[in-house]
C-alpha cells in the first residue's frame, strides 16, 4: 500500500479549469486584499523567504495568507472541480495571494514535496506582451509550454511537474494569483531513488546549475529592494 501511494505521488499531472471559483468569492477576496494592503498590520510577508534558486533576482513579491473563511471555500472548490482529495488529517494548506510586479518571476522548481500545488490566475485581463507566463514542461515530451494567465483559470500541479513564471515587464500591471498547496510529504518518500535522478537529469537537461550575471548592480539592487520590503512589512 505505501508503495501503491508512492507511486501514485510521482506521477506526474498538469490539468487545468476554467470559470473555477464563485465570481462572488473572488470578490470577496479581492476586498480582503485591498482592505490589507492599506492596514499598518503586519499581515505581508514577501518571496525575500524563498530558497535562493527560486528566488534568484526576482522583484520582491508580496504574499498575503487568505483567513479561513476565504481558504475552506477555495478547499471545497478544489475537492467538488478538480477532483482532488486528501485525509482530514492532512489538509491542504492555507491559500495564499500572490502579487507579482513588474520585474518579478519565479525560478523553475516542482513543488515535489507538497502533495500538490494549485494556482488560480485572477487579473480580469491579461496581455501576452505582459510576461507572467506559467511555463512548464510538456508531459509529452514536446518541451516547454506556457500558459497565459487567464481569469479564473486554475492549474493543478501534481507528482512534481517543472515549471516556472517568466519575468514581468516593465509595462506590467501587479499579476494576481491564488496559491494552494497540499500537505508536504514525507522527507523519506522525497529520497526516493527514481524521483531524485528525475530531478537531476532534468537539471542536466537544462543548465540549471549554471550562473550569468552580466551587471552585479542589478543583483545588488534587486536585495537591497527585498531587504527594503521585507523590513518594511515586518
Given at each position: 500500500m505505501r508503495i501503491q501511494l508512492l507511486q501514485s505521488?510521482?506521477?506526474?499531472?498538469?490539468?487545468?479549469?476554467?470559470?473555477?471559483l464563485d465570481p462572488k468569492l473572488i470578490n470577496e477576496i479581492e476586498a480582503y486584499v485591498d482592505a490589507s494592503l492599506k492596514t499598518q498590520e503586519p499581515?505581508?510577508?514577501?518571496s525575500f523567504q524563498w530558497e535562493p534558486p527560486i528566488r534568484r533576482a526576482t522583484s520582491p513579491i508580496p504574499i498575503l495568507f487568505l483567513p479561513d473563511n476565504l481558504t475552506i471555500p477555495i478547499?471545497?472548490?478544489?475537492?467538488?472541480?478538480?477532483?482532488l482529495t486528501w485525509k482530514e488529517s492532512a489538509p491542504p494548506q492555507q491559500s495564499q495571494y500572490y502579487l507579482y510586479p513588474p520585474g518579478g518571476y519565479i525560478g523553475w522548481h516542482d513543488d515535489s514535496k507538497y502533495e500538490f500545488a494549485s494556482i488560480i490566475f485572477l487579473n480580469p485581463v491579461w496581455n501576452i506582451n505582459w510576461?507572467?507566463?506559467?511555463?512548464?514542461?510538456?508531459?509529452?515530451?514536446?518541451?516547454i509550454r506556457g500558459e497565459v494567465p487567464e481569469f479564473n483559470k486554475c492549474l493543478i500541479n501534481g507528482g512534481g511537474v517543472c515549471h516556472g513564471v517568466s519575468a514581468l515587464t516593465p509595462d506590467a500591471p501587479w499579476r494576481r494569483v491564488i496559491i494552494t498547496f497540499g500537505a508536504k510529504i514525507p522527507e523519506?518518500?522525497?529520497k526516493d531513488k527514481s524521483l531524485v535522478q528525475r530531478t537531476l537529469a532534468w537539471?542536466?537537461?537544462y543548465n540549471v546549475g549554471a550562473e550569468f550575471v552580466k551587471n552585479q548592480a542589478?543583483?545588488?539592487?534587486?536585495?537591497?529592494?527585498?531587504r527594503y520590503t521585507r523590513e518594511r512589512v515586518q
Open positions: 505521488r510521482m506521477k506526474q499531472i498538469l490539468k487545468s479549469f476554467n470559470n473555477f499581515r505581508w510577508k514577501t478547499h471545497q472548490t478544489l475537492k467538488e472541480k478538480a477532483g510576461g507572467g507566463l506559467h511555463l512548464y514542461e510538456d508531459l509529452e515530451g514536446l518541451g523519506s518518500e522525497l537539471n542536466k537537461k542589478l543583483v545588488d539592487l534587486s536585495v537591497a529592494a527585498e
